[in-house]
Every structure is written in C-alpha cells, then in structure tokens.
C-alpha cells in the first residue's frame, strides 16, 4: 500500500514571518498518521520554517536546487545546503522552471540524481501543454519527459525515495483541473511507463501525485483514485485549504 503524500508548493507567496506565521498556525491541525506532508516554501525561509515544523511529523521541502556540490554559480543553491537547514523533499523540473528558466529533462535528471546522492527525496514533475492535450500527444509528451528525467536511476531509489508529480500544464494556477478520470488516466500511465523502464514490482511502489489547482472540493475525489498517490498542491497550500486537503 502506498503511503499518500501531499506537498504544498508556496511558490514566490509569503516573506519569512508570514510564512512562519502560518505555519505555526496550522501545523497542529495537521493529521499525518496516514499522509505524508510536505511544505515547501522559498529558499530565504527554509531554515526558520524547518524550526516552526520541528517536533512534527511535517516535512521540510525546497522548490528547486542545483546539481553541482560548490562553485561560482550565482544565485544557486547546492544539495548540501538544503540539507543543512532539513530539507527532506525537493521539487524539480517544475512547468514553471521548464518554461520561464529553459530548464530540459536532463537538467531535471541531474538535479534528481544529486539529490538522491544526498538522500533528499526528489519530487519530479511532468506535464503536458494544453496544445498538448489537444493534438492527443500528451503520452508522447509525458513518456519522453519520464524517461529521461529519470534515466540511469537505479530501481531502489525509483521505488523508494523518488515521487513523480503529474502536472497538467493547462491546469496550473488556471482554476482548470483535470478530471479524476483523466488525472488517474495519465498517473496510470507513467506508472506503466515505470514498469516499462524497470519492472513491474518497481511500478508498483513508486508514489505518483496530481497537481493541477487542487482544492477541497476536489481533493477527495483525485485522490480516492486507484493510481494517484497524493496531490502538489499550489494556491491552496497557501490558505486553510491546504489542511483540509491534507485530511481529505
């Protein structure tokens, strides 16, 4: 049985006190005897949100990382150091860094593999266009974006530390989602995808998430769905939603 996790994404949303803020305000309605949930928030309040979370079973997440150990990378932050602040998850290969920052699937594999070098679980995202969609290319598309962000990753850790995201691209930030019949379809796939690329006992561990505007009057449905094993959650993590999301 796979554990459920659900991440929320802040985004560029709340300065450090506000952030924290919140935090303390709703970390202890937080049930996480059978959910997995992760808060990631920007890299300048990563340390004081890692001391609002201590002492709970809510995990620390970084939305985005480098994959070189040091050097003269301007603006980047390395592995080492989201792990020195407690950073347990880590989002890579975001719609949004793919389209604003160029970012490609062998980026995202390199990012992943130094991640999980650290033992700092990545959450790998993937996602079709809405262009996409239309033109019926999204297993295409979505295939190719899995195969080769996850390439020459060993089995073990597919299994057992990487989570993959589904994120429609159509459906970030646009109030569109995705039915759950079209979110479970796709998760279905990438799980068969998985199978392809190593086997099915791996296929079957690996937690796949939806993300693409999940609120509570979704969530229950996406996340009742046979193949999606949590949700990333954008502008609800933001708000009370995301507690009620996290105890759907």
């Known amino acids: 049985m796979r554990k459920k996790i659900i991440a929320g994404n802040w985004k560029m949303n709340y300065c450090v006190n506000k952030g924290e803020a919140f935090v303390e305000e709703i970390k202890n309605s937080i049930n996480t005897d059978e959910v997995d949930v992760v808060i990631c928030p920007n890299f300048v309040s990563l340390d004081r949100i890692s001391d609002a979370i201590d002492g709970t079973s809510v995990k620390l997440g970084a939305q985005n990382v480098y994959f070189e150990d040091k050097g003269a990378y301007t603006g980047e932050t390395s592995v080492d150091m989201l792990a020195a602040v407690g950073v347990s998850y880590c989002i890579v290969g975001h719609s949004e860094r793919r389209q604003y920052f160029a970012e490609t699937d062998e980026i995202?594999?390199?990012k992943a593999k130094k991640l999980l070098e650290k033992d700092i679980c990545p959450i790998?995202?993937?996602g079709e266009t809405l262009e996409e969609r239309e033109s019926n290319t999204m297993f295409e598309v979505v295939e190719k974006e899995v195969r080769d962000s996850l390439a020459d990753i060993d089995k073990e850790l597919i299994a057992n530390k990487v989570v993959i995201a589904y994120e429609p691209i159509w459906a970030i930030g646009t109030g569109k989602t995705a039915t759950a019949e079209q979110a479970n379809e796709m998760c279905k796939f990438i799980r068969e995808v998985v199978a392809k690329m190593y086997d099915e006992a791996t296929a079957e561990k690996v937690?796949?998430?939806?993300?693409?505007?999940v609120k509570p009057s979704n969530?229950?449905?996406i996340l009742n769905m046979?193949?999606?094993d949590g949700a990333l959650v954008g502008?609800?993590?933001?708000?009370?939603?995301f507690v009620a999301i996290v105890n759907y």
């Open 219 to 221: 969530a229950n449905e």
């Open 226 to 228: 046979s193949d999606i």
């Open 235 to 241: 502008g609800a993590s933001l708000t009370n939603d």
């Open 207 to 213: 937690r796949i998430q939806y993300g693409g505007s």
């Open 124 to 126: 790998v995202c993937v």
């Open 108 to 110: 995202v594999n390199k």
